[in-house]
């Protein structure tokens, strides 16, 4: 939990310092949104590698080097004044770090120290340290942003990686240490699973496709959101407040939202409670279309941020039951870059949507839309789960 919620630090500060930063460089908001939506394409470019070395060195290892990597790229970024410089740091070392803290990673950890009947729960538990970082570093961001420079919020992340993450996950190491397999990679496994075939059937299609719409929708709240809040009450006396209250709101939510899905897991159908929580994240959307409102923004960051990791969770889950341990990280991996183009296309196309209409209308209402496109993906998926003998697609 420690590493997910400093993790969320990655995204969450630059969320913050989004304007900002476009300002000292200089920029556009479809310009400098490039920065993000780089990071986004690369967390998906790098998932499948990050897939690859955990099944061959280890979860905690591959966790243990993002640790240092996010350590060394905030450093960097507190001294940098150089755009391209920023881009190369942020679009692709912070994403290979974020990428080597969270999803990939955890899930193939809590695949082998937790049981069939509680991996969902454990899932939820670990990974809400991200929605605490919602609840009490993004406020933090807020806060600080009014006073704080951006070079000292990311020397202060920096030396929170190396003081606090890194000493934690050698730890982590020690309890539970790698034991690769003698026979890795065993030549007739790698014939038994042919990866390419499974990229064309209907399972895999299926679940990048739902998860396009996690893509699109968390891309939406980590650059466009903010500056959504802070254009429409731009002059309020209360933004700042409001601001705070509903990403904190939504970090709450999100941390409450997991466990739900954790135990609603046990006795309920994955693919038809994935579509379900799509189309509450699609109706959540709607609120915010023209709405300025504080009942509104907090309305949505609670419904939103119910949905927030449930969609994640089911997906590993699902993943894990399709293909079985040997192959997980690899196809997760594979559904983690899909999820990652969606990410590029929402951060980029959003930030040019915006300088051309003045208005976060239409990307607020595109997102919306993908979600229940993947609402249509998760009953299909159902069906099609349905008419198979065995837990495994063949």
Not at 272 to 283: D, E, F, K, Q
Request: aromatic share 14%; charged share 10%.
């Amino acid at each position: 939990m420690l590493v997910t919620f400093l993790a969320s630090a990655i995204k969450g500060s630059y969320q913050v310092y989004f304007l900002d930063l476009a300002n000292s460089f200089g920029m556009g908001r479809g310009n400098f949104a490039l920065t993000g939506a780089i990071f986004g394409l690369s967390i998906g470019l790098v998932s499948p590698v990050v897939g690859w070395v955990c099944d061959r060195y280890g979860a905690v290892n591959t966790i243990l080097s993002g640790a240092v990597a996010a350590s060394f790229v905030f450093l960097a970024l507190a001294m940098t004044q150089s755009y391209w410089l920023f881009l190369i740091l942020y679009g692709f070392m912070a994403a290979y770090a974020f990428a080597a803290m969270t999803f990939v990673p955890l899930g193939l950890l809590i695949d082998k120290i937790f049981s069939e009947q509680n991996k969902g729960m454990a899932f939820a538990a670990i990974t809400n340290g991200t929605a605490i970082g919602f609840m009490v570093l993004s406020p933090l961001w807020v806060w600080l942003n009014e006073f704080v420079s951006w070079s000292q919020v990311s020397l202060g992340i920096s030396a929170a990686f190396v003081l606090l993450v890194i000493p934690c996950v050698i730890w982590l190491s020690q309890v539970f240490p790698h034991k690769p397999s003698p026979e890795y990679p065993p030549k007739s496994e790698v014939q038994e699973y042919p990866l390419i075939q499974e990229l064309t059937k209907a399972p895999f299609l299926l679940l990048a496709i739902s998860f396009a719409g996690c893509g699109v929708s968390m891309a939406y709240i980590d650059v466009h959101l903010v500056p959504l809040i802070q254009d429409r009450l731009a002059g309020v006396e209360t933004q700042t407040q409001i601001l705070a209250t509903t990403l904190s709101s939504l970090g709450a939510a999100e941390l409450l939202g997991a466990f739900i899905v954790g135990w609603i897991l046990r006795f309920s159908k994955p693919a038809l409670l994935l579509a379900a929580l799509y189309g509450v994240r699609g109706l959540s959307l709607l609120l915010i279309l023209n709405s300025s409102t504080l009942v509104n923004f907090l309305s949505f960051s609670i419904l939103f941020g119910l949905t927030y990791m449930g969609t994640v969770i089911i997906t590993s889950l699902m993943c894990l039951q399709i293909y079985g341990e040997k192959i997980k990280g690899k196809m997760f991996g594979f559904l983690f870059l899909i999820h990652q183009l969606a990410v590029f296309a929402t951060v980029w196309l959003g930030g040019i949507a915006f300088d051309m209409t003045q208005s976060y209308q239409l990307v607020t209402l595109g997102v919306s839309s993908f979600c229940f496109a993947s609402v249509i993906a998760g009953l299909i998926l159902h069906w099609v789960f349905q008419q198979t003998e065995s837990p495994k697609w063949n």
